[in-house]
């Protein structure tokens, strides 16, 4: 046998025999608690038996390999020549061009001078302007959008206005009162 | 409180002797064992013995025999309600058995080798 596979006498060196075979010992323990993680997770996520299923459902979801088909057996560019109805303008479009058509249309996307159009579309309605994040972010953004703005602003200040308005009617006939009150009071005689 | 400890009944006897004594029997071998096992880690050998030891018990089947035995106890305790315990508790002991004298002898060797370079008495 080779020096290196006795193991160390001595007295010391019982203690490190000892702590060799302590440190064997923590490794294996790692080693059989890796494989019992492993295997838990495999029972809990369901993957654990199923390297035992049956022969038939093994063939159903064989790998397919055959052209203009994906792995899976699906047909993958059938769409591409199909032509769709929009909803908002009802003309039909092409698939691969439908999304973009989209953000023009409906005035939605990244690309569309969205504000433009909600001006155009609220100048036709005569409504309200809907308080989005995405509209104040846009307002906030351009120079051109001063008109409304200006109309925000201008009704918040009409707010303000009428609760003074009631504030000072309040204060006036208080002031009213008090006035009545003290000066009919000196008339009287206790 | 460990039973150990009543044979020095009063706060004070364990404090003034107690402790010291076990302090000192523990501290030379618990501070070598530290520093050792500091090494091993900061070396990166203790990462290289795991992947020695994983590749080892794969290549001699230890892997799928323990595996096989897992299935065991899981279709002995059911599906639903195998814990993480049960299978620590059934599998770890019978791997530490099932671990060949080749690779036992050969990470013990490793290990030595090791100490014989670094470890300072």
């Given at each position: 046998m080779k020096m290196e596979d006795m193991p160390l006498s001595g007295p010391d060196n019982t203690k490190l025999e000892a702590l060799v075979h302590d440190i064997y010992s923590e490794l294996v323990e790692d080693a059989c608690l890796g494989l019992c993680f492993e295997v838990h997770r495999a029972v809990k996520q369901g993957?654990?038996?199923?390297?035992?299923?049956d022969q038939e459902s093994m063939k159903e979801f064989e790998i397919v390999d055959q052209p203009g088909v994906d792995i899976f057996g699906q047909v993958y560019n059938q769409w591409k020549n199909k032509e769709c109805e929009c909803p908002n303008c009802k003309r039909l479009i092409a698939a691969s061009r439908f999304a973009p058509h989209l953000e023009k249309c409906l005035g939605?996307?990244?690309?569309?001078?969205r504000i433009a159009n909600r001006r155009l579309a609220s100048n036709n309605n005569m409504s309200k302007s809907e308080s989005d994040q995405e509209d104040n972010d846009d307002l906030n953004d351009n120079d051109w959008s001063y008109g409304a703005e200006k109309k925000a602003k201008k009704r918040k200040s009409d707010k303000v206005f009428l609760h003074f308005k009631q504030l000072s009617f309040i204060h006036l006939s208080l002031q009213i009162f008090l006035f009545i009150h003290f000066s009919c009071g000196e008339n009287v005689d206790h | 409180m460990t039973p150990f400890l009543d044979v020095f009944c009063t706060q004070t006897d364990r404090h003034n002797v107690f402790y010291p004594l076990l302090r000192q029997i523990m501290n030379k071998d618990s501070q070598m064992r530290a520093a050792i096992n500091q090494k091993l880690i900061e070396m990166g050998e203790r990462e290289r013995l795991k992947e020695l030891l994983r590749a080892k018990l794969v290549e001699c089947g230890w892997r799928d025999q323990l595996k096989a035995h897992c299935k065991d106890v899981i279709r002995e305790k059911g599906l639903e309600h195998v814990t993480v315990e049960d299978l620590v508790t059934e599998v770890t002991p019978k791997g530490r058995a099932l671990v060949p004298d080749s690779v036992k002898k050969e990470l013990l060797q490793r290990i030595r080798a090791f100490l014989a370079q670094h470890a300072t008495l």
């Open positions: 993957y654990f038996f199923l390297d035992e299923t939605m996307g990244r690309n569309s001078s | -």
